[in-house]
Nanobody, 122 residues
Framework: QVRLVESGGGSVQAGGSLRLSCAASGIVYSRYCVGWFRQAPGKEREGIVLTSIAENSIYSDSVKGRFTFSRDSDKNTGYLQMDSMKPEDTAIYYC????????????????WGQGTQVTVSS
């Protein structure tokens, strides 16, 4: 049984920080690309971070310089550190994996978490 579980969402004031976790079970996390995606109210879901097997990360322009991904292979868990948060960061955040090569195409990821809500107030 393969499962991803996000946690760490909540409410924060603009300029503040949150750290999201993505715990994996039934899959070896370090053998696949890991992607983070978010869906803001009234908008399409967008990719924000991709991290390769080699742990090289690329970020969307909207979060570059503010968000940082890391993973702990021993715990089979990934983390998204979000700093200098803005009201436009308000969204449901998802982690995804299961593809060996990273891609912004969401359809290539067969395994998704349930999502966690992040709300940033001004």
């Amino acid at each position: 049984q393969v499962r991803l579980v996000e946690s760490g969402g909540g409410s924060v004031q603009a300029g503040g920080s949150l750290r999201l976790s993505c715990a994996a079970s039934g899959i070896v996390y370090s053998r696949y690309c890991v992607g983070w995606f978010r869906q803001a109210p009234g908008k399409e879901r967008e990719g924000i971070v991709l991290t390769s097997i080699a742990e090289n990360s690329i970020y969307s322009d909207s979060v570059k310089g503010r968000f940082t991904f890391s993973r702990d292979s021993d715990k089979n868990t990934g983390y998204l550190q979000m700093d200098s948060m803005k009201p436009e960061d308000t969204a449901i955040y998802y982690c995804a994996t299961g593809t060996i090569e990273c891609s912004w195409s969401q359809s290539l990821y067969p395994i998704w978490g349930q999502g966690t809500q992040v709300t940033v107030s001004s």
